[in-house]
């Protein structure tokens, strides 16, 4: 059976950055300073953030994109304040263990397959579908808690769309803006921004380290750390 959900945000891929408290304070600056509204507060605690809106209705957030909609929904707020590198938010969490995932090409061509499930099963390093239509259900899939865990996207090849063509990174930024880079991108992605686009995010964690994001037609396909 072909399982590809589709769901979008089901699946926290910030959390291996926003592990640690300090780095979950510096969301919750970057995610008030985003809101821009006043009586908006946002505080960190053990289990992720608690967002306070204006008129008193709070909710809790365990991920990035529970926390970016609360944002939306309590701040009622469309567009987040622009970012502003002379106030940066602090840094993210390095994590301890290495990415064991594996990377995979998403190719449209003859003799691919209709499934995306059936398209990333394996070990093989391409996943070759029959349309660009099944090629939008893997990167849906991708980005899915059944495959994220696992798989993420290197590249696509034989799509002509928008969210297949070649995507360069954004000019990385200082390490103490990665929380604001990042709650911004998520901001983007839920606001429907890059649906039936693509956009990618690359900076420091720390010396060595860094961040690697992409998203393609509304959907984060890659979300890893870099080493070296």
Do not use: I, K
């Amino acid at each position: 059976m072909c399982g590809a959900c589709g769901e979008r945000g089901a699946f926290d891929w910030a959390r291996p950055w926003t592990s640690g408290v300090t780095a979950r304070r510096a969301v919750a600056v970057a995610a008030a300073r985003a809101g821009r509204r006043p009586g908006l507060r946002v505080v960190a605690n053990s289990g992720g953030w608690l967002v306070n809106g204006p008129t008193g209705a709070a909710a809790a957030c365990d991920g990035l994109g529970a926390l970016v909609a609360a944002l939306r929904r309590l701040g009622a707020v469309d567009e987040p304040e622009p970012l502003d590198p002379a106030r940066p938010s602090g840094p993210l969490s390095v994590p301890g263990a290495a990415d064991g995932r594996t990377g995979v090409v998403l190719r449209v061509g003859p003799g691919g397959s209709g499934c995306p499930d059936a398209a990333l099963d394996g070990a093989a390093d391409v996943a070759l579908v029959d349309s660009e239509a099944t090629a939008r259900a893997v990167l849906a899939a991708l980005a899915s808690p059944r495959w994220s865990p696992r798989r993420f996207l290197e590249r696509v090849e034989g799509v002509a769309a928008a969210w297949g063509r070649p995507v360069a990174g954004t000019p990385p930024e200082p390490a103490e803006l990665a929380a604001d880079v990042l709650l911004r991108l998520e901001w983007a992605r839920q606001s429907g921004r890059l649906d039936g686009a693509a956009r990618a995010v690359r900076g420091p964690l720390a010396p060595g380290v860094e961040y690697d994001v992409e998203v393609r037609d509304g959907h984060v396909v890659r979300a890893r750390t870099v080493r070296g």
